[in-house]
């Protein structure tokens, strides 16, 4: 079966540190890969996903992510936090075919102090 | 452009009950999936429906039903209520069924089964 493993559950950080969570998944096909995120309070929303092409995605508010095939991983990372970025982040992967849901991580939840 | 939204916002039901969620997609969205997210877990895929038709099902029982409405609206329904239902049912929208295809998140419905 496809799972997603997050290896870190609970980061703390302080403001400007860089971060980079881990994420790999299980599935020997194509796979879509995607990361969203949970502030406090608010729905889970995007922040950036890989379907093909150049395997160093770009999302909102200075995060990024590599997609390395042949580790199965698609970190995220940001050189350098901000207290707002305290929230909870999900990698998610949905195989490469119609109809197929996202299967989720069990969450990293990151606390950034100022 | 508005958002995804659900209803109720949380609901306390005992064991044995029925209950019925409801989510209201983004407009022009034609696909809506369902998310089980238990307290400290990522979200659990239960089923997806596109245009009225059920798109793929995750490991879920029969009890948890669904409908997809010509509107694109959609209810999940539980029944025989177990104490291991409580956690943060998530609907999603999507523009089409295609996996690459972000999915945007309602609120969620908190149920709590007693």
């Known amino acids: 079966a496809q799972s997603v493993s997050q290896h870190n559950h609970h980061v703390i950080l302080s403001e400007a540190a860089s971060l980079e969570l881990g994420c790999n998944y299980s599935?020997?096909?194509?796979?879509?890969l995607f990361w969203y995120v949970q502030y406090p309070g608010q729905h889970l929303q995007l922040l950036l996903k890989y379907f093909s092409g150049d395997p160093l995605v770009k999302g909102i508010k200075g995060f990024e992510a590599e997609f390395i095939k042949s580790k199965f991983s698609f970190n995220l990372r940001k050189p350098s936090v901000q207290w707002s970025d305290t929230a909870e982040y999900f990698c998610?992967?949905?195989?490469?075919?119609?109809?197929?849901?996202?299967?989720f991580g069990k969450g990293t939840t990151l606390s950034v102090s100022s | 452009e508005t958002g995804v939204t659900q209803s109720p916002t949380h609901l306390i039901k005992t064991r044995g009950q029925q209950v019925t969620l409801r989510c209201s997609s983004q407009?022009?969205?034609?696909?809506v999936s369902w998310y089980q997210q238990a307290l400290g877990q990522g979200p659990q895929f239960i089923f997806q429906?596109?245009?009225?038709?059920?798109?793929g099902r995750g490991n879920f029982p029969p009890r948890f039903s669904g409908l997809q409405f010509p509107n694109y609206s959609s209810e999940l329904n539980v029944n025989a209520l177990e104490l291991d239902d409580s956690a943060l049912y998530l609907c999603?929208?999507?523009?089409?069924?295609?996996?690459?295809?972000?999915?945007?998140f309602g609120p969620g419905t908190r149920l709590t089964v007693l």
């Open positions: 599935y020997g096909g194509t796979v879509n």
């Open positions: 407009s022009g969205h034609n696909t």
């Open positions: 998610a992967v949905t195989p490469n075919q119609a109809g197929t849901a996202l299967i």
């Open positions: 429906y596109y245009r009225e038709e059920e798109n």
């Open positions: 999603a929208s999507s523009p089409t069924g295609a996996s690459y295809n972000e999915q945007f």
